[in-house]
Structures are given as structure tokens and as C-alpha cells.
């Protein structure tokens, strides 16, 4: 596409889409505020954010999913109150979502057409050969893939089954298409035809916003990119004037420091040694030791391993080789019965859903999973129960109404803190963490933070995986960084910051690009 | 954040591919088990009952299938549309109750005089009313199918047992008897509406972008809806649908039995199995018409078969619900190879 500077019809703007001073919040949490994304037409924009910076509701609410509290959004100046989905289609935006809605049972053709099916004419039958056909020829077209007429979506890779969701958005010619993390589950390979592909429809007119945690695809391939850091953008430059570095440096940037009173312990013994477990298509070789009075920190992209390792831990995975010793012996969990009769303890990220039950007191959450600790000749011990309870409360400062409060009326942040109660009642010693803070407010972080101390004080082991890598570098002794299935860094997290290892874990180490 | 998903828990993804083959192979055998455990059937009873495999003997087994056979399709097509988990998808429990009231409204209105016409329309009304009602509870009130059809099934019989009183309600009309009637080579006409009502199905479910639509809601809702499908209505037209079949298989009991009887309720495991079954002979392992009517032979020629052997009708029960097992076991296990 030509651009005749002065020439320009006056209808058509330079800016396709201007989203500016969005607020919006969920309930006490607010995820945006006060963001801004203003995207040339055609170009590739990125837009890159760590969790919880705000990506993913403002894409949310270009794509009419969620309404803003605040804000103007103006698309082909034009100024909008709302935004429905339907509108969106309507407007030429279209997204390639990170899940892939595609039909497991449906032909590739099927799939593509879904919504808008050629029929034979002069009938109400769907032209099957027709929709095969044309799917073909697409595929081939923009891809150069050749799949057989009678593939379904299940028999497709996960590279493919991307491919069939990009034609399905090209379909509808589309002026706008967004890109949310779309090479996550690639290969380079695959990736590289993305790239290609995606470079081709910017030449061909069409505006790309590409969302990525990978910062080096963003350096490769953006001409342009807006950078979000606690919801708000705080940065938007082209590409020529920053670098991975810069950007991974604006994007962890903190206000708040000294928030992480880790305290000095004495590390201890060994307490979790592993030795190159491994779980094809999970994680490989990972070797680690975790010792009594340490917080080892972990982080990762999604599908770098990290997670799988630490469900592994707990026996929610099984590891194909390798090596767990707990406090010297080998273990082999199947199940989560076996760790947490070994001390493992696990605070989930989902806690919700796998770490309290909402409906239960905080009585019952913090004592149920250690019941036979209060248990004397069959029947329950309720006075030791409560006053192990009343305790655990006034430890951990847990604001309740009291120890019969049931959990639901409680805040995020104190929801967690009885989710690692639970554990404290069992005496458990190693205990994994898993993104720890997530939803958590920033009193509540800090009690938690000093929460974690103290156990390792005590002489238990943590090992906290966390994408909040200030935080990670405030609360941990050391850190493992997980890319792609391996540990391809340590650092001492006195010696460290956070853009060093968020350069790590998004592929593209200094002085050293195009990790594959 | 938590509107922020990227470290929520997932599959990684290359794992996928390794397991497609193994899931293709068992897949297959599924499949092609069952093409060949129908024919091991059709042939061992062919040896041991001469009668078996005549042109008589097959329209019979039709004819007596017709009634179980529209309503294994109308289920079917609540399957289709409310996806094949047996728990939480699509389920109508109401059809055989349904079927029940229909033929009670049909009987009942020809003792009171009306016509064919009348009868006819009154019942299918009753039929697709039902199919309203079950519509509203499920995707309205957002009740579990399998609970709003249990409770409807049960108004449903309560009301038939109001209306007949407990007792056969006898019933003779030109259209009746033209239905119970044979053709000249012996072949029930039964036979032919079942045939023509499959194909009928067949054309509209496999064959028209509304087919493929139902498959899509059921089978992946959210990408349903980012097709922008309407997906209340699909749903709810599945339910009015399946209640349709309904009423027109009261019909055709009313003329089979010469009148409306008790006892509809027996129907249910047979129509329950059918569509259950029919899965197995698609390609995909998806709920299909033309499976269903296989399965609805197939589970047609056991009971005839058995009966040709003087084996004990009570087994044909038992062997009915050792199929289910089987095959929702079967998919079940395919389902979680693949996801």
C-alpha cells in the first residue's frame, strides 16, 4: 500500500484504531488504568506486558467482551460508547485467540466455513466439495500446506490447527487481525511461516496487532510496539528506537521497592535434591537442590516446564526419568496423597479452585487436610483443633470475623493466606508455590511475602514460582529460569534483576538472540 | 491478574501429535468392530434361524424398529446439539413418556369422535409441546438436561396416566389402519415410514448448514459462539425437534398396537441405547442419523434373532444394557485419549 501523504482522502485515518485512557476494574482490582493504544494502519503493532499488566482485558475490550468503566475508543474515527463482538466482526477486526476454537470432529473444511456454509445451489445442502475445494485452495494458497480433503481438526498438529484459524479470519477479509500469543505452542519452523505470513498481510493492507511474550519476535517483527506495566501504558515507540533489552526494562520497572522482607536465614540441609527428571514434551533434564531455610525461585513462560515440574512435585504428573529425594530417600508420587505424607505442600495458583474450599469456615480449610492430628480415638478433638486454629489466624494475621467466617466473605489475599495455613497444620516442609500473589492485594502481598520468610526461618524449604519477577528476585535466594522445557539459567537473586531474567525466559539473552 | 490466563494450567501442545495415531487405531477398530460385530450377528443368526435373513422377516424387524427408531432419532438429535457427554450434554428422557401422551391424546380424541386430521395434528402438538417445555428447562432455566427431562418424563406419564386412566384406550381409524397395514410383498408400511423418516432426518441433520451447525454447538459451544452461532436457539430447536419425533412415534404406536397402551416408559433403555450406539458407526464417532438407524436394526435383529432361537426375551434387556456399557465406556475412553 502507497501512502500519498497529502493526498490522503480525508474519510480515511492514520490511526485505525485509538484506544485511550481505558479504565477498567473487577470488582476491588483494577486492571486498567488509564491505558492507551493507538495503532497505525498498517503496521504490525506489539503489544507486550508482563501477567496482570493488562493485556489481555484490553484486547478484551477491542473485542467487545468487556465494556470499559472509562475511556474513549475511536475505530476508523469513529467514536464508540460500546463495543459488542458483533460490531467488532462488523468493523473488520478479527483475533486469533490463544485457545483454538476449531471442532475436533469437523473436516478442515468444515471448520474454515462454519457460519457462513456455501450451499449447492438452488438447494437448502451444504456443498461439501465446493467448501473441501476452496479450503484447499486457501490453505495452499497462504500457507503452501497441503492437508487431505478428508482431515478432521483432531488429526491437525497444533501448527496446522493455527493455520486453519488464521484462514478462517482471512475469510473474512478482515482490516484488523489480532494476534494473542500465537506462537506459544510453535516450533521455530512453524513460527518462521507465521512470521512470513503475517509480513505478507501487512504488505497486502491489513493492520496487525501482535501480542507476544517472546520479545525478540517483537524486536523481528513489529514496526511498532506499546508496552503496559500495571495497566497503564507506559511506553509506545517504534520498533528502530528501543530494543528487547529496553523494552524487558520498561515492562518490570517497579514503584514500590523494599516490599520483600526476606529475612537472612542460615541455609540448612538438603532437602529436595532432584537429578534430571524429565517428561518429554513437559521438561528435560532439570537438576536442582533445595535446601532447608531456602526460597528457591522459579519462572517461565507458559509451557516452559516450570509448572509441569512443580505439579510433578506434588504428584500431579509423573515424570518419565529422573530423581526426587526428599530429606535423603528417593520418592516416587502418584498421586498427592504420597507428597503430602512425604511434607510436600502445595499453594496452587487457581486457589479458588484447587486451594480452599469457598463454602467451607476457615476453620474447616485450615484443619481439614490434618484432621488426624486432631484426632483422639476416632473422634474429632475439637478443643485442639480451634486453639491450633486460633493460632494459625493470629499468625498469620488472617482478617476474618472469626475462625467460623466462611471463606468466600474473605479477600483474595487472605483466601491465600488460609490456603497456606492448611499446610502450616500439617507441619509441612517443602513447600511449592505457585504463583503465590496472583490477585492479591498489596498489603496482603507483603504479609504473604513475610509469610514465606518465616518458613524458611523455620527451617522448611519454598519453592515459589512466580511471573512477578520483581517480586520473585525480593522474596527468593536464587532463581531458576525455565525455557522451553529446560533450566537455562541461575542466577543469585542478590546479583540480579528483573529484566536480566525476564530476557532469560522470553528467549533472548543479551548478546545473544534467535534462541531456538 | 486473573482476567490474565497465561500461566493457567495447560496441555503442551506437542504432546498432542504423539497420541493422535494410537487414538486414530483404536478409533478404527471401534468402528469397524462394530460394522463387524453387526454382521457376526446378522450371519450367526442367519445360520441358526433359517427364517432370519427373508425379505419378510427383515421388513418385520423394520416395522417393529419404527416406533424406537423415530424416537432414537429425535434423541439423536438432542445428542447432536447438546454434545455426547452422557451426564452433562444432551439427553431427552422424556421422549418414551412422550410418546405415551401422544398416543393417549390420539387415542382419546378418536374415541371422542374427531378425525384422522385432528388426531394427527393434536398429537404432534403434544409432542412438540413437550419438546418446548424440555427447551425452556434446559437452556432457559439452564437446568442439566439429564434433571429437566427426568422431571418432565415424569409430569409427562402422570399426565398420560390422567388422561387414560391406567387402561388401554382402544383405537381404529382409516389412517391407523393404513399404517399397521403390509404392502404386497408382506412388508410392513411401518417399515417405509421409518425408511423415509430416516431419510428425511438424514437430508436436514447431515446435509444442510443447520446439521453442521448442531454439531458445532454441541460439540465445542465456544467455538460455536465465535462463529456467531446462535446457540440458545439451535439448542432449544433440537429439544422441540426431539419432541416432535415424539409425538409422531405416538402415532405410529397407536396404529402398531391398535390403540394407545401403558407401559411407554419400558421404551426408554431401548431408545436410550440406539442413540447411544449409533455413535460408533460414524467415521468420526459422533451421534449420526444413518448410525442410529444401523444401531436401531442392530439392536432390532438381537431382540429378533433371540426370539427366532426361542432364547429368553428377558436376556434381550440385559444384552441391551451390556451394550451401553460397552459403548459409553468405549467413547468415553477415545474421548480422553484425545483431549
Redesign the interface.
Known sequence: MTVIPLKQPSTVQQDIIRLEGIVKGFGSAQALAGASLVVRRGTIHGLVGQNGAGKSTLIKLLAGLHQPDSGRIEIEGQTFDRLTPHLVEELGIHFIHQDRLLIPTFTVGEALFLGREPRIPGTPFLDRRLMQRRAADLLNDYFGVLLPNTALISDLSTAEKQIVQITRALLNQPKVLVFDEPTAALVRREADILFRLIRRLRDEGVTIIYISHYLNEIEDLCDHVTVLRSGQDVASLPIAETSAAAIARLMVERDIQDMFPKPAVALGDELLKIEKLSAPGKYEDVSFTLRRGEVLGLTGLLGSGAKELVRTLFGLEKPASGRIDIGGRAVHFSNPTQATSSKVALVPEDRRRHGVALDLSVKENTSLSSLDRFTRFGFLDRKSEQRDVDALIARLQVKASGRDALLRTLSGGNQQKVAIAKWLSRHSEVYLLDEPTVGVDIGSKVEIYTLIGELAARGAGALVLSSDLPELIGISDRILVFFRGRIVREFKSSETTADKVLAESTGSPEGQRHVS | ??????????R???????D?PA??ITAAALRFGSLIAFTAILIVFSITAPYFLSVVNIGNVLGQSAISGVLAIGLTIVLIAGGSNVVTGGIDLSLAANMGLSAAVYASLTQLGYGDVAAITASILTGSLIGLVNAIAVVYAGIVPLLATLAVMNIVSGLELVLTGNTVIPASTPCLSALSASDAFGIPILAYVLIGFTVFAT?IVQ???L???L??VG??P???R????PLRRLLAGAFIASGVCGGLSGILSVSYLSGSTTGSGEMLLPVVVTALLGSVFSR???PTITGTLLSALLVGFLGNGFQLLNILSTLVSGVQGLLILIVVSATTLLRRQ?A
Open positions: 491478574m486473573s482476567a490474565e490466563a497465561e500461566f493457567a494450567p495447560s503442551f501442545s506437542s504432546v498432542e501429535r504423539s493422535r487414538g486414530n437430508a446435509y444442510t448448514p446439521g453442521l451447525r454439531y458445532a460439540e465445542f465456544d467455538a460455536a465465535a462463529a456467531g452461532l468420526r464417532l459422533v484425545e
